[in-house]
Nanobody
Framework: QVQLEESGGGLVLPGGSLRLSCAAS?????TGWFRQAPGQEREFVAR????????YYADSVKGRFTISRDNAKNTVYLQMNSLKPEDTAVYYC???????????????WGQGTQVTVSS
C-alpha cells in the first residue's frame, strides 16, 4: 500500500504560479497528476516515470506546467505557470505500475488539493 500526500494548492491570480508536491510512502512505476473541476470528470494533467524520468502532458497544460521528481525524497512536483481561470480544480496525485494517462490504471490516490485561479 502506498500513501500519497499532496500539498501546495491555494488561490492565485491569473498569470500566476503554484507548485504542487506529492510525497509518497513507497515507490511505484508512474506518478501522475489529475484534476477535477466542479461538475466535470476527472482529467489527466501530467505524468512522470520514476525510472527514466519520462514525462507526458495534456495538451491543455503543455508549455505551462512541468512535472518533476526527487528520488531521494520520493516526491513528485507539478510546477504550474501562466495559470488560467480554467485551471481551477481539485488536483489529485496518483501512483501506479503502468505508464498511462488513464485514471483507472492508477492504484493509489491522494486526497486532493484545491487550486483556484481567480482575480
Amino acid at each position: 500500500q502506498v500513501q500519497l500526500e499532496e500539498s501546495g494548492g491555494g488561490l492565485v491570480l491569473p498569470g500566476g504560479s503554484l507548485r504542487l508536491s506529492c510525497a509518497a510512502s513507497g515507490r511505484t512505476f508512474t506518478t501522475g497528476w489529475f484534476r477535477q473541476a466542479p461538475g466535470q470528470e476527472r482529467e489527466f494533467v501530467a505524468r512522470i516515470s520514476w525510472s527514466a524520468g519520462s514525462t507526458y502532458y495534456a495538451d491543455s497544460v503543455k508549455g505551462r506546467f512541468t512535472i518533476s521528481r526527487d528520488n531521494a525524497k520520493n516526491t513528485v512536483y507539478l510546477q504550474m505557470n501562466s495559470l488560467k481561470p480554467e485551471d481551477t480544480a481539485v488536483y489529485y496525485c496518483a501512483a501506479g505500475f503502468k505508464l498511462s494517462s488513464v485514471a483507472v490504471h492508477y492504484d493509489y490516490w491522494g486526497q486532493g488539493t484545491q487550486v483556484t485561479v481567480s482575480s
